[in-house]
């Protein structure tokens, strides 16, 4: 059974981190991209950060550049975003995506193919 899971997320203060993570079962994320995007109450599901299977390529959103960070670990099939200065708008569900190749574009929620099904990330104090 091909899926994606994420975990990690929670409530943390302004200015605080957090790591997510997205470990896959039934495939292997060897030959596939990983984007995380997030949805945020009331508004559209953004792309933010790309990486290919390779990890030579990374895209990021310019709201999450500079303060997070993607990587893999291969040994355990699983992705990372690690989260620093955290802001209240990072406020969202955060989903981790999946698909063979690499994406033209990598932010594009069209571009994949496999979804987990979202982890609330709550930045508050």
């Known amino acids: 059974q091909v899926q994606l899971v994420e975990s990690g997320g929670g409530l943390v203060q302004p200015g605080g981190s957090l790591r997510l993570t997205c470990t896959a079962s039934?495939?292997?994320?060897?030959?596939?991209?990983v984007g995380w995007f997030r949805q945020a109450p009331g508004k559209e599901r953004e792309g933010i950060v790309c990486?290919?299977?390779?990890?030579?390529?990374?895209k990021y959103a310019d709201s999450v550049k500079g303060r997070f960070t993607i990587s893999r670990d291969s040994t355990k099939n699983s992705v990372y975003l690690q989260m620093n200065s955290l802001k209240p708008e990072d406020t969202a569900v955060y989903y981790c995506?999946?698909?063979?190749?690499?994406?033209?574009?990598?932010?594009?929620?069209?571009?994949?193919?496999?979804w987990g099904q979202g982890t609330q990330v709550t930045v508050s104090s």
């Open positions: 995506a999946a698909v063979w190749g690499m994406p033209l574009n990598g932010l594009e929620i069209n571009e994949y193919t496999y």
């Open positions: 039934g495939f292997t994320l060897d030959y596939h991209a």
């Open positions: 990486r290919s299977s390779s990890g030579r390529s990374t």
